[in-house]
């Protein structure tokens, strides 16, 4: 490009063969300004998407292994009931692939009762047709290290179906009879049709030496007991905590001050206010005006791409 400033009879104009340095200036301190906050997006994008689910299909409520596990297809584990259509076996859970449409791998945590409920299917493994009925809850067998666990009809039985959750490790955890139990998967993976599944179980949770096998990710959040996210301070700006603009009433200096102090120095008095005298405001060039419009288009850009990505991942 030839930078340089194109003067026509009344105002100056920018075009693609003709661009002044301050416009070509502009344009890069935009394109970097943008490359650094689509990056930033993105970072935080992907943060966001791994809260939303740690399974690929995004649905919600979900209760999910934290890490895939490596489920050879990327679609992370999920609590799910064993069997397949009419042959379910509510007496039996595994962990399973989770499934695109949710099904039987679809389960929700429930912050005031502390139980994981099925979403689409009752105690008796029956489906679910309407909002009206509740889904069967998760219980364990035994309070034992090892324990299976089961769908059962939630308030039967509170002492095998409460669960606590940990926000600060991810970890569903029962009360033992001896000790702390996790809702755990086994490290042995096996082929379950299609899919892949786990052995589902209650574990000492000192006895697991790794940490992912007991790390569940929860959808909606729950909300954590003794924090009040209501008081929490608001992202929006109100106009009446913005600084003003208006400049501040400067004294008049020559005016005495009955109740002002004399000093005697014999050094020579300095005037501690700004001058009033008015001072030049410079002109604008047409660099100016072209690196204004040019921070309008590229905010335009900047936000529409936002919104793009946020649209596609579902934001």
Same mark, same amino acid.
């Given at each position: 490009?030839?930078?340089?400033?194109?003067?026509?009879?009344?105002?100056?104009?920018?075009?693609?063969?003709?661009?002044?340095?301050?416009?070509?200036?502009?344009?890069?301190?935009?394109?970097?300004?943008?490359?650094?906050?689509?990056?930033?997006?993105?970072?935080?994008?992907?943060?966001?998407?791994?809260?939303?689910?740690?399974?690929?299909?995004?649905?919600?409520?979900?209760?999910?292994? &934290? *890490?895939?596990?490596? $489920?050879? +297809?990327?679609?992370?584990?999920? #609590?799910?009931?064993?069997?397949? @259509? /009419?042959?379910?076996?509510?007496?039996?859970?595994?962990?399973?692939?989770?499934?695109?449409?949710? &099904? *039987?791998?679809?389960? $929700?945590? +429930?912050?005031?009762?502390?139980? #994981?409920?099925?979403?689409?299917? @009752? /105690?008796?493994?029956?489906?679910?047709?309407?909002?009206?009925?509740?889904?069967?809850?998760?219980?364990?067998?035994?309070?034992?290290?090892?324990?299976?666990?089961?769908?059962?009809?939630?308030?039967?039985?509170?002492?095998?179906?409460?669960?606590?959750?940990?926000?600060?490790?991810?970890?569903?955890?029962?009360?033992?009879?001896?000790?702390?139990?996790?809702?755990?998967?086994?490290?042995?993976?096996?082929?379950?049709?299609?899919?892949?599944?786990?052995?589902?179980?209650?574990?000492?949770?000192?006895?697991?030496?790794?940490?992912?096998?007991?790390?569940?990710?929860?959808?909606?959040?729950?909300?954590?007991?003794?924090?009040?996210?209501?008081?929490?301070?608001?992202?929006?700006?109100?106009?009446?905590?913005?600084?003003?603009?208006?400049?501040?009433?400067?004294?008049?200096?020559?005016?005495?001050?009955?109740?002002?102090?004399?000093?005697?120095?014999?050094?020579?008095?300095?005037?501690?206010?700004?001058?009033?005298?008015?001072?030049?405001?410079?002109?604008?060039?047409?660099?100016?005006?072209?690196?204004?419009?040019?921070?309008?288009?590229?905010?335009?850009?900047?936000?529409?791409?936002?919104?793009?990505?946020?649209?596609?991942?579902?934001?």
């Amino acid at each position: 490009l030839h930078l340089a400033t194109c003067k026509t009879a009344t105002h100056k104009v920018v075009s693609a063969t003709c661009l002044s340095r301050e416009s070509a200036a502009c344009i890069h301190k935009m394109l970097r300004l943008w490359g650094m906050l689509w990056i930033q997006f993105a970072v935080v994008s992907m943060t966001l998407r791994r809260v939303t689910a740690d399974n690929p299909y995004d649905w919600s409520p979900s209760i999910s292994v &934290s *890490d895939n596990l490596d $489920e050879p +297809d990327g679609s992370g584990f999920c #609590i799910d009931i064993a069997g397949f @259509g /009419s042959n379910l076996n509510c007496n039996s859970l595994q962990a399973h692939s989770c499934k695109s449409q949710g &099904s *039987d791998t679809q389960f $929700e945590y +429930d912050a005031a009762a502390k139980t #994981i409920r099925s979403v689409n299917y @009752g /105690s008796d493994c029956s489906s679910i047709s309407n909002t009206q009925q509740q889904g069967g809850c998760v219980a364990a067998n035994a309070l034992d290290d090892g324990s299976d666990l089961r769908i059962s009809q939630c308030g039967s039985n509170a002492q095998f179906e409460t669960f606590e959750f940990n926000f600060s490790t991810g970890q569903l955890t029962i009360q033992g009879a001896t000790a702390l139990l996790c809702l755990a998967v086994s490290d042995d993976l096996s082929q379950a049709g299609p899919f892949w599944a786990r052995d589902l179980y209650l574990a000492d949770c000192d006895s697991i030496s790794d940490s992912k096998y007991i790390s569940w990710t929860i959808v909606p959040i729950p909300e954590e007991p003794g924090v009040d996210r209501s008081s929490a301070p608001s992202r929006t700006t109100t106009l009446s905590t913005m600084p003003s603009k208006t400049p501040s009433t400067v004294p008049d200096t020559n005016t005495p001050n009955p109740t002002a102090t004399l000093h005697t120095s014999s050094e020579p008095s300095t005037n501690y206010y700004p001058s009033m005298a008015p001072t030049a405001v410079p002109t604008s060039s047409s660099g100016d005006h072209s690196c204004h419009h040019l921070k309008m288009i590229w905010n335009c850009i900047l936000l529409t791409s936002f919104l793009t990505l946020a649209w596609v991942l579902g934001l």
